[in-house]
């Protein structure tokens, strides 16, 4: 569905990823583990087109992305769920669901949208009203996912969701990311959480100084005596 191929990454002349090329398969969820300041993402930023690699190619379904301004990416189906949640801190729940759909057929679905994210999320639909500044941590990541499927994705990147929630929210989190999943989105997932993710995944890249050095299923990955030492600390 999504290729990479061959992107090196600049921040003006220092140079971040090296030839990194990986796919991702329609309706999987493919995650990236890596170390801090590995690349990660830098990796999904420059799928949003936040960045633009200086080589290299970016394509969904034989399509090229690369050199598209943001919001081409999200009218051709992807959506970057940032890291740190990214909301409009003073404007409503709702406000910030809304943001999420702008476009084309997300603008015409608006509402249907937005009762199937409330369906998903029943806490921000309580919270409608709230300013997303006062919700807690977990509810932020709710809202910041809701606002990701308001554009009607085909392809969902979440950047470290389970960052600074407690166990039982982290749980929740994964678990909506694997219902997502179901309704038919494809994943990719940059996160730090190595044992969950990979026992959730379909398959899985280890990024290490801005490369790509190994590839695999999660089950394969985590039998990898490298990944046990480096993440897992077995
Ligand atoms: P983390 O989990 O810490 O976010 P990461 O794997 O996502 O790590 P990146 O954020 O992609 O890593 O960072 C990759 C490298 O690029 C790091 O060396 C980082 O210091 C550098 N970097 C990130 N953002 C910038 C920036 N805006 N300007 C310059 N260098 C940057």
Redesign the pocket.
Same mark, same amino acid.
């Given at each position: 569905m999504l290729t990479v191929n061959h992107i090196d990454v600049f921040?003006?002349d #220092?140079q971040?990823l090296w030839d990194v090329s990986f796919e991702v398969h329609e309706g999987e969820i493919l995650v990236l583990i890596?170390?801090?300041?590995?690349?990660?993402?830098?990796?999904i930023?420059t799928i949003s087109s936040l960045l633009t690699p200086q080589k290299g190619t970016i394509e969904l379904s034989g399509i090229r992305l690369d050199h598209h301004p943001p919001h081409d990416i999200i009218q051709h189906g992807i959506v970057h769920v940032p890291?740190g949640r990214r909301l409009f801190s003073e404007m409503t729940v709702e406000e910030n669901l809304i943001m999420g759909s702008l476009y084309g057929e997300a603008k015409t679905k608006r509402y249907e949208t937005l009762e199937y994210v409330y369906g998903l999320f029943p806490r921000l639909k309580e919270r409608r009203k709230q300013t997303a500044e006062t919700l807690s941590g977990g509810e932020q990541q709710m809202a910041a996912i809701g606002r990701g499927l308001m554009s009607l994705p085909k392809l969902m990147m979440f950047?470290?969701p389970s960052l600074g929630l407690a166990p039982i929210l982290v749980q929740e989190i994964f678990s909506m990311i694997r219902r997502i999943k179901e309704e038919g989105v494809t994943i990719l997932l940059?996160e730090?959480n190595v044992t969950q993710t990979l026992a959730m995944c379909n398959r899985a890249y280890v #990024?290490e100084n801005?490369r790509i050095t190994l590839g695999g299923t999660g089950s394969e990955l985590m039998e990898n005596e490298k990944v046990k030492e480096a993440f897992l600390g077995i």
């Open positions: 921040y003006g #220092l971040v890596g170390a801090n300041g590995a690349g990660k993402s830098t990796t930023k890291e950047d470290e940059v730090q #990024l801005g």
